[in-house]
């Protein structure tokens, strides 16, 4: 059973930086697509962050686009989701997802809470 587990969230200032990381095991986190999703008191859960498997290819939301930067480590099975000049908007619990295809399970993680406040 694939597992991954989010880490790096808390309390930050606006304008200020955090780093997530999401660590994976369990499958071949080589051959997986990564996504970061949002979910904020009374919103849906939003994508923010994509990246391909082999980290040829990324893509954001329009809201952290220029922002936020996801990125992989494929030797350590990581993703990392690094943001930059945050807003209190940001404030969400941040999911780690794995997706290979249509027809086969995704994995996610627990989730790690980011709040941003003065």
């Known amino acids: 059973q694939g597992q991954l587990v989010e880490s790096g969230g808390g309390l930050v200032q606006p304008g200020g930086s955090l780093r997530l990381s999401c660590q994976a095991s369990g499958f071949l986190f080589r051959t997986y697509a990564m996504r970061w999703y949002r979910e904020a008191p009374g919103k849906e859960r939003v994508l923010v962050a994509y990246i391909s498997s082999t980290a040829d290819s990324t893509n954001y939301g329009d809201s952290v686009k220029g922002r936020f930067t996801i990125s992989r480590d494929n030797a350590k099975n990581t993703v990392y989701l690094q943001m930059n000049s945050l807003k209190p908007e940001d404030t969400a619990v941040y999911y780690c997802?794995?997706?290979?295809?249509?027809?086969?399970?995704?994995?996610w993680g627990q989730g790690t809470q980011v709040t941003v406040s003065s």
């Open positions: 997802n794995a997706y290979r295809g249509y027809d086969v399970p995704d994995y």
